[in-house]
């Protein structure tokens, strides 16, 4: 098979042996000005070229059009003719009885015509305009004509070829670019990975499946790899600077290849980013799952530096930050809660999810505005090729997603939606709380993208979801986000890719107290609008991003109304509070030598906390207390209170071994936004806050380093990574802090700096009948606040110093799958009480231990999981497959949340509720229409 | 299912070491038409320990006015008339400033802060409202039940104009008639004091006040039960307080299990105005208040509550035949009651 790539122009010759192809390009050769605006490519698939050095002589029986003439000597004989600008239609080929060599030929039918050619070894000819022929051909010039013909001779060995004579620019490295997309679906795949064999030279794709190379002209092997996919290995000419497009084929559902590789073949040693996870959804598949359902955030959850309070806790914890120092993006989209259900599942719907990435600490410096990681999820369009269904139903859930073509190959839509429908089932618990508790959610995506032409493209994302929980007709919360995202891509020449979004943005909580005497619905939430505009510049050593990014956010507080007719609770408002947040950032990559990579970037930000906004004002705006109120004013300009910050970001590779690097990275981050809450776990009713004149914002630096070594051809991929961050004006709260719908919240808050420190084990086995991974994390998460447990550095609520998972996955054959998960890691530190004393006769009061200074139990679990998937046949329609899992198979009872019990005047008891206190089973049935 | 799942059981964690060892010295000062001075010396108790009359070994003074008084027996109130005690001690009522010193016998001196006996504003009036109110039962089922709201209205402002906070300690007495056990000898009738509702700390800071005075502020939120089927008189004691004596005792509020559920906002450290002189550092626990207290008093009338009785229509308890034997029950009758 040979291919010849135009410029965006593919065409198969196969057994096809002349072939015109009309196409605009330009080309520049050295020494000569020939500029080829259109081409007539002739050239042949079969025949013995060699190197021929022997004028080829031939008999013209006829007189025939020179045309004609080119392709019947084309077809027959092993030469190939170039014809550039050059009508050729009214010239003929006079009848030579006796055999004439070619150039005798062609030199007498083009006597009289404008055109001329060049006769490079007697088998290669070029026919062009005279005036632009030129004998003074550079040495390149004729080799990149041999590297053509050469190309040609190896049909058989598949080699694919890049580029065109017409193209060499010989004062420049070729660039080699393209995309690298899914076989099946014509998706885009992020982050595979092309290594070239002979000089080790790689590249990995972005979030739009783009590439880029710079080769010099020759053969090369290429290895293209993808978590999921089936590595494609084959042989490549470059000739010019060409694209060279990709697709790979998946290795069918997992169960259908024994060997999966989780990542691509020694990425992690490879990139420069240093405290990166990436996860696919096709390696959350290997996980047991709580109710079978696989979840994003589960899978970072095992990740070293990645944790979470416990069950029912919302978000997770990176690398001993707060939950809410975690920018959770949907594409461009910011989510403010990304969990449902207590923290069960998240709202990220694997379905409709291509990949996850997160960066820990040292993200690039286009993200930012949270202090400790990143993550992006990247959603993917919609079948452009076919209709496809895929859906999956549990005990309690059920998903179903459908994408399709609207017009093939241009628009295509996917829509998804995910449902509870647990309550029918608590119905039926013979437990009176559990019968009056309710608890549901939903979520809902669709994509519609369509594609201008082969280098742009328009995408329509729009994300809904709502939760409801209510335990016992007590206590409970609704909440729900809203998301809608118009992004444009565009690219530009052969480097350059704009990217620009308009996104929207809407979290509205609700928490629902006892109803009757005190009850009470507290209302709060979060609304932005927000734009960026990023250019991203690929040259193959230099990969770069420039872009500017404003939000606008308004944040409602809290207002609280009464719940029912005998509430006694005061109704109160608070006015909503506008701030904006703009980014101009500037990163970019750079492959120094093979072993050397560096990353660096820039990153300012500055953020107005805009008026009007009535607000108190005090003696000592540094220290904002009740007792120093001065009064209440109202903020009448635009921009009460604005702050600007410098971020820089760095990081780099350094290659030890082909297999090993050492990699080391900084990046200075700030935080506008916080969630504040007092509450001893973390819920979906926690209020953000913006920075004000009284709240700053915080910032931190973040250290990381690391050793990555890759074994056994890839089959073990380890690392060892350290990191440290400290953080400014990190703030606590007062002890009996009020935080509810208080106007003054400044005052509760105490200030002062934080600091996390840990180090990272992770052993990954990637291949075999065994495979699984192991990684275990060591790190201290502590702030030290003026006006807390003496101003001495104490524990965070999430400082879990000793953090282990290991997944292993026991491959019986290629339906079925056995695996299993442990988690082990230290109780997270709690106040309680230590002693109680009395206070005259007629009440004691608790002794609460200093803040953090106790420790709940341990937390351990282990989950199984078995899957039968689908049979043998890959070409199976209708792929189904079952999965039987029980998690916490001992029944660990793991503490949720830890408080005391008094009855009367007896003495207190400190109770543990466990969301999940026994062993959990679980069948989820999966299905996949192709 | 997740709910189905779940589970709540008792455990045990690993108090820091010392931990029952903390001092504990509380004391106030009331002022009615008697001064009450009380204080106590000891230590903290561990969670599930009871409480023992420990204390501290040493003296305990009561210091007016820079000048020590009174040496104190830890656990005892000393009872004195106002003007006969400032006709003996000097001072001025509502200018004099009292503080503890706990000397111990080992040479370490606590001492807590100077406080002032704030004037107590003059309540007004109570009353009381019937209300339905859901609740979950002890059979886990959701019932809804009468419930008695008992409301205070008063000034916050104090005769000489200060803006106080304030505590109510609320307390009750039920009439409890006999069932005609025997045949010669007529039903009796007991008082029985209601001391539930004062484990209840009810504080108000001032600065939560927005105005002068708090009309209908609920104090009190008890069953509507057969307490209530003769007749019940609410006893009100209202006490001033300093701010920061306020700000104690809503922590010892906030502090109480019964306050809290798993969403709760965490308790923190309670706070002290008593230091150890020598070590600054040690972490003292207890308070030392002073406050000046007036009483107000509430029947409510039976049909008020809507409650009959239901107790005692036949012999179905041993007080039906003998009420004298319910706690803190006494056969005379208070020369309030007008029931």
């Known amino acids: 098979m040979l291919k010849w790539f135009g410029k965006k122009t593919e065409v198969d010759l196969m057994n096809t042996r002349i072939i015109l192809l009309i196409n605009k390009f330009w080309k520049r050769a050295l020494d000569i000005n020939v500029v080829l605006s259109t081409l007539i490519l002739i050239c042949t698939a079969q025949g013995t070229y060699g190197q021929n050095t022997d004028t080829l002589k031939l008999e013209v029986k006829s007189t025939q059009i020179l045309e004609d003439f080119i392709v019947d000597v084309v077809a027959s004989h092993p030469v190939s003719i170039y014809v550039v600008d050059s009508d050729l239609s009214e010239l003929k080929v006079s009848s030579h009885e006796k055999p004439v060599a070619l150039d005798v030929i062609l030199k007498a039918s083009l006597e009289n015509s404008n055109a001329d050619f060049i006769n490079y070894r007697n088998y290669f000819y070029i026919i062009a305009p005279k005036s632009r022929i030129s004998r003074r051909l550079s040495s390149d010039f004729f080799n990149a004509l041999e590297e053509t013909i050469n190309s040609e001779m190896n049909q058989n060995e598949l080699v694919q070829t890049v580029g065109s004579l017409e193209m060499l620019d010989p004062n420049m490295t070729p660039e080699v670019s393209g995309v690298i997309t899914d076989a099946e679906t014509g998706e885009p795949i992020i982050g595979g990975t092309l290594l070239v064999v002979q000089n080790q030279l790689g590249s990995a794709t972005d979030v739009d499946g783009n590439y880029t190379l710079e080769l010099p002209p020759g053969d090369y092997d290429i290895q293209v790899q993808y978590i999921g996919y089936l590595t494609r290995s084959f042989p490549v000419k470059v000739i010019s600077g060409g694209t060279l497009n990709i697709a790979l084929e998946k290795s069918a559902v997992l169960l259908d290849e024994v060997v999966v590789e989780a990542m691509a073949k020694d990425e992690n040693v490879e990139s420069a980013d240093v405290g990166v996870s990436r996860l696919s959804t096709k390696e959350l598949e290997k996980i047991p799952t709580f109710l079978g359902e696989i979840d994003i955030v589960k899978g970072l959850l095992l990740q070293p530096g990645v944790s979470t309070i416990g069950e029912g806790a919302t978000g997770f914890n990176v690398r001993g930050g707060n939950v809410d120092q975690n920018l959770v993006m949907v594409d461009e989209g910011i989510l403010f809660n990304p969990s449902h259900a207590l923290g069960f599942f998240s709202s990220f719907n694997p379905d409709v999810v291509n990949d996850a990435l997160l960066y820990k600490g040292n993200a690039p410096s286009k993200y930012g505005g949270r202090l400790a990681s990143v993550l992006n999820i990247n959603l993917r369009d919609g079948n452009f090729d076919k209709f496809r269904l895929k859906g999956g139903v549990g005990l309690v859930s059920g998903r179903l997603t459908v994408e399709a073509p609207i017009i093939k190959n241009k628009t295509s839509f996917i829509a998804s939606g995910r449902s509870t429908y647990s309550n029918w089932l608590l119905k039926r618990v013979p437990i009176p709380e559990v019968q009056d508790s309710r608890i549901s959610f939903y979520d809902a995506n669709f994509r519609l993208t369509h594609r201008f032409n082969e280098k742009s493209n328009v995408n329509l994302s729009l994300y809904n979801s709502g939760d409801n929980f209510l335990y016992a007709n007590q206590f409970g919360f609704t909440y729900g986000n809203t998301l809608g995202e118009l992004s444009y891509r565009q690219i530009i020449g052969t480097k350059f890719l704009s990217t620009s979004s308009v996104v929207f943005g809407n979290y509205i909580s609700n928490q629902l107290s006892e109803t009757g005497f005190n009850g009470a619905d507290l209302t709060t939430g979060i609304r932005y609008n927000k734009f960026k505009e990023n250019i991203s510049y690929n040259s193959g050593a230099l990969s770069m991003d420039i872009g500017i990014s404003s939000i606008f956010y308004s944040v409602n507080p809290g207002n609280i109304v009464p719940a029912g007719e005998n509430s006694v609770v005061a109704e109160t408002s608070l006015s909503e509070e506008d701030a904006i947040e703009s980014a101009l950032y500037l990163g970019g990559d750079y492959k120094i030598n093979s072993r050397l990579t560096v990353s660096a970037g820039l990153r300012y930000t500055y953020y107005i906390f805009n008026g009007p906004q009535e607000m108190y004002t005090y003696e000592n705006e540094e220290q904002p207390s009740i007792s120093t109120i001065t009064g209440r004013a109202n903020f009448e300009n635009f921009v009460i209170k604005s702050y600007g910050h410098l971020q820089p970001r760095f990081s780099s590779r350094l290659r030890l071994t082909p297999t090993s690097s050492l990699k080391l990275g900084y990046a200075r981050t700030v935080q506008y936004l916080n969630q504040i809450s007092n509450t001893s776990t973390p819920t979906p009713t926690n209020i953000w806050q913006l920075s004000t004149q009284y709240i700053e914002p915080k910032t931190a630096h973040n250290f990381s380093f690391g050793y990555f070594n890759n074994f056994d051809n890839n089959n073990w991929i380890t690392s060892l990574e350290v990191f440290y961050r400290n953080i400014d004006r990190l703030f606590d709260y007062k002890d009996f802090a009020d935080l509810v719908v208080n106007d003054h919240i400044e005052t509760e808050l105490l200030y002062g700096i934080g600091r996390a420190a840990g180090v990272e084990l992770s052993i990954n086995k990637q291949l075999g009948k065994v495979n699984g991974m192991l990684n275990y994390t060591y790190s201290r998460s502590q702030l030290k606040i003026e006006g807390i447990n003496n101003y001495q550095w104490y524990s965070s609520n999430f400082d879990k110093p000793h953090d282990l998972s290991l997944v292993t996955n026991f491959v019986l054959n290629k339906r079925h799958q056995f695996s299993f998960n442990f988690s082990y890691s230290t109780g997270r530190p709690v106040t309680l009480p230590i002693n109680r004393f009395q206070l005259g006769d007629h009440h004691s009061a608790l002794n609460f231990s200093d803040r953090n200074l106790i420790r709940i139990p341990d937390y351990h679990r282990l989950d199984v999981a078995y899957t039968i998937g689908q049979g043998l046949r890959k070409s199976k329609k209708f792929k189904t497959s079952w999965t039987f899992s029980v998690y916490n198979v001992y029944g660990r009872a793991n503490a949720f949340s830890v408080y005391l019990i008094q009855r009367g005047s007896a003495s207190p008891t400190i109770n543990r509720l466990s969301i999940l206190g026994s062993a959990f089973p679980s069948v989820t049935f999966n299905f996949e229409l192709i | ?339």
């Open chain 2, 1 to 339: 299912m997740i709910l189905f799942f779940s589970c709540v059981d008792q455990i045990q964690l690993q108090s820091p070491p010392g931990a029952e060892d903390q001092v504990v010295i509380e004391g106030y000062v009331e002022r009615g038409s008697d001064y009450i001075f009380y204080a106590r010396t000891g230590y903290a108790e561990s969670l599930d320990g009871v409480f023992y009359n420990e204390s501290l070994p040493g003296t305990i003074e009561l210091i007016m006015d820079d000048d020590p008084i009174l040496e104190m027996v830890s656990g005892l109130r000393y009872k004195i008339n106002v003007q006969q005690f400032h006709s003996i001690y000097g001072g001025d009522p509502n200018d004099s400033a009292f503080k503890l010193r706990v000397t111990t016998s080992d040479g370490v001196v606590y001492e807590s802060t100077e406080q002032k006996v704030l004037s107590v504003p003059k309540p007004e009036s109570m009353r009381v409202e019937l209300v339905e109110k859901e609740f979950v039962n002890s059979a886990g089922n959701v019932e809804i039940d009468d419930f008695v709201e008992l409301f205070i209205t008063t000034p916050v402002v104090n005769d000489q104009g200060e803006k106080v906070s304030l505590r109510w300690d609320v307390t009750g007495l039920s009439l409890f008639i006999e069932y005609p056990c025997f045949p010669l000898i007529p039903p009796k009738s007991c008082y029985v004091k209601d001391s539930l509702a004062i484990l209840k700390v009810n504080v108000l800071n001032s600065e939560n006040v927005g105005g002068e005075k708090l009309t209908d502020f609920s104090i009190d939120f008890t069953d509507a039960d057969e307490r209530f089927a003769f007749g019940y008189y609410y006893t009100v004691v209202q006490k001033s307080l300093s701010d920061e004596a306020a700000i104690f005792w809503q922590q010892v509020k906030e502090s109480n299990p019964e306050e809290q559920d798993i969403f709760s906002v965490a308790p923190g450290s309670l706070s002290t105005n008593i230091k150890n002189l020598n070590n600054p550092e040690e972490k003292v626990l207890g308070f030392f208040y002073t406050s000046e207290v007036d009483t107000i008093r509430l029947g409510v009338r039976p049909d008020e509550s809507g409650r009959q009785r239901d107790e005692c229509i036949q012999p179905n308890t041993d007080a039906c035949c003998d009420c004298i034997i319910l706690r803190n029950s006494s056969y005379e009758r208070p020369s309030y009651w007008q029931f």
